[in-house]
């Protein structure tokens, strides 16, 4: 009988919060899994956090490798498993002890869908919920706005061929993965409910990009996906204009605001906009 899920957990010096991820998977309601711990050449406690679960329960599974970065520890992870099913899962976040069960639900029953992803829930240096839209290829190509936690069809990767391991800076490979997906039109299944907790840390690997990092792999998808770009040039645009549209709004009834106060106790006013919309 062929297992239903492989959850991917890439690892480089996690041993502050690896212990909880874990707890995370073991306590899922679903059972039909296995968990790859990826362990990217740490050098701190990490593999005895890790082998601790694998002796644990055997559903874990624990393999060290020399340090290559995200995208390529995913691939690892995702060519040793057994699962028909991928749910990839950052050494910090935890996974919602419902979200397997639901994702794998709907991925059974509805053999259209590739992806099923939901809200997520910021904790640690940052709390509230990130609520996450449904997948909209334009609106993919503009930023990624779907995090890497999600569950999807093991084949799906095989068909654009993995994460992409060629980025300047590891940590946008989620981001091109999504793309890629869309241009094979992979129908994605959002669930209005929060799906995985995602943790928030002044050193994360995000946190520490700078605005040449970010440059650098924003042109690098732009070029790679230069076709998927002008098909969509107008879609984009117009997107663009609204958003400018919609600024300007908010900014002329900031205006509007504080020359009525101004109006009101002092007679005058800064922006000429309480005479503009009284008439």
Known sequence: MTLKLSIIIPCYNSEKTLEKTLESVF??????????????????????????????????????????GLGKTRNYGIAKSAGKYILPLDSDNLVVKDFAKIAIAILDSNSEIGVVHGHAEYFGNKTGLWKIDEFDMTKILVDNYIDA??????????????????????????????????????????????????FVAKNSMIQSF?????????????????????????KLYSMNIKREEEYSQILKSKKFVIDLFCITF?????FGTYKENKE
Request: with cysteine; glycine share 4%; aromatic share 20%.
């Open 210 to 234: 700078t605005d040449k990092m970010h440059q650098l792999n924003n042109d690098y998808i732009y070029i790679k996906y230069n076709n998927e770009y002008q098909k969509n040039y107008k």
């Open 149 to 198: 936690c999600a569950v999807y069809k093991k084949n799906l990767w095989n068909i654009v061929g993995g994460y992409d391991e060629n980025m300047p800076f590891q940590g946008n490979e989620d981001w091109d993965f999504w793309i890629a997906l869309g241009i094979e039109n992979v129908r994605f299944y959002h669930l209005n409910q929060i799906t995985f907790k995602y």
């Open 27 to 68: 306590t899922q309601i679903y059972d039909d899994w296995e968990a790859l711990i990826i362990n990217d050449g740490s050098t701190d406690g990490t593999e005895i956090i890790a082998l601790s679960w694998v002796e644990k329960d055997k559903r874990f599974k624990y393999f060290a490798k020399p340090n290559e």
């Open 266 to 270: 002092f007679k005058f006013s800064i």
